[in-house]
Nanobody, 114 residues
Framework: QVQLVESGGGLVQPGGSLRLSCAASGSSFSKNGMAWYRQAPGKQRELVAAIRRTSITNYTDSVKGRFTISRDNAKNTVYLQMNSLKPEDTAVYYC????????WGQGTQVTVSS
């Protein structure tokens, strides 16, 4: 079973930046489209950004122009560069395939607050 380990979250002021990483075990990483999801308190988990095997990307409207998803198949890792962060970006961030097929990792907390 593939294991997902997210990292890079933290507390940041509005307008700040963070770079999230997600490392996946196993050999099937490069065969799958990957995505970042987030879940804010009291809300459903939502897809934030996705990247296909071909590296074509797409983003939910609220993060377009601020977030960038990328992948390194040699390292079985997907990244999320987050710039111009807003308080409404506060959530636990997870990675998974798109659509999600693997067991969820523990996520990484992102808190945007002054």
């Amino acid at each position: 079973q593939v294991q997902l380990v997210e990292s890079g979250g933290g507390l940041v002021q509005p307008g700040g930046s963070l770079r999230l990483s997600c490392a996946a075990s196993g050999s099937s990483f490069s065969k799958n489209g990957m995505a970042w999801y987030r879940q804010a308190p009291g809300k459903q988990r939502e897809l934030v950004a996705a990247i296909r095997r071909t590296s074509i990307t797409n983003y939910t409207d609220s993060v377009k122009g601020r977030f960038t998803i990328s992948r390194d198949n040699a390292k079985n890792t997907v990244y999320l560069q987050m710039n111009s962060l807003k308080p409404e970006d506060t959530a636990v961030y997870y990675c998974n395939t798109n659509p999600p097929l693997w067991h969820w990792g523990q996520g990484t907390q992102v808190t945007v607050s002054s």
